[in-house]
C-alpha cells in the first residue's frame, strides 16, 4: 500500500498523489536506483510525477581550495506551489495533505487558506523533520512515524505493465 493511503483517515479518500521530485544526473548509481523507483512508482493507480531539475554550481572548498560541483535541486518548490494553487482553483480538493517540512511551502499554503477558506491543509511531516510555521499555517499536522513507512515500501519486486520486473536495490533496505 502507498503512504498516501497508509496516512489517511477512516473515511478519507485518496483522489490523486502527486510526487514531486528532479531526475538525479550523478552519481549513476543514485541515479539508478531513483529511476527504479520511479519506474515503480508509475505502477501505481492514482499518482502523477512533476519533475524540477538539478542546476550544478562550483563550490571551494575552505581547507585545500578545491574546486568542486554542487548539485541544487530547482524548481521542485515552486511545481508544488502551483499545482497546490491549481488545484485550490479548479476546486480538485477538500483536504489537500502535504508532505513536507520545506519552509519555502508557507506561502501557498497561507495563499490558499486566504482566498479558499473552506479548503484545509494537512501538513504531514516526514519524522526528524518539522517546520513550525507549517504547522501553525495548516489545518492540521503529524510527524509520519517511521513505521507508517515501513509498511508503505514496495516490495522486493514489482511488476510493470509490460511484464518487466523491478527488484529493489540493495541499497534501499
Avoid at 501553525?136 to 511488476?159: M, T, Y
Wanted: charged content about 30%; aromatic content about 10%; hydrophobic content about 40%.
Amino acid at each position: 500500500m502507498s503512504l498516501s493511503s497508509n496516512i489517511l483517515k477512516p473515511g478519507q479518500n485518496l483522489v490523486l498523489t502527486k510526487y514531486f521530485t528532479a531526475k538525479i544526473k550523478i552519481p549513476p548509481e543514485k541515479s539508478q536506483r531513483q529511476r527504479a523507483y520511479i519506474e515503480a512508482l508509475e505502477t501505481l493507480d492514482q499518482i502523477e510525477i512533476f519533475y524540477g531539475k538539478y542546476q550544478s554550481n562550483k563550490v571551494e572548498c575552505n581547507k585545500c581550495g578545491n574546486i568542486m560541483l554542487k548539485s541544487n535541486e530547482k524548481m521542485t518548490d515552486v511545481n508544488i506551489a502551483v499545482e497546490m494553487l491549481n488545484d485550490a482553483f479548479f476546486n480538485r480538493f477538500e483536504t489537500a495533505i502535504l508532505v513536507s517540512a520545506d519552509s519555502d511551502l508557507s506561502a501557498p499554503v497561507k495563499t490558499i487558506k486566504k482566498n479558499f477558506p473552506n479548503k484545509r491543509i494537512v501538513c504531514a511531516f516526514p519524522p526528524k523533520r518539522f517546520y513550525y510555521e507549517l504547522s501553525v499555517i495548516s489545518d492540521a499536522h503529524f510527524i509520519i512515524g517511521r513505521k507508517k513507512f515501513k509498511d508503505s515500501l514496495f516490495p522486493d519486486e514489482v511488476e510493470k505493465p509490460d511484464g518487466f520486473k523491478l527488484k529493489k536495490p540493495i541499497t534501499w533496505i
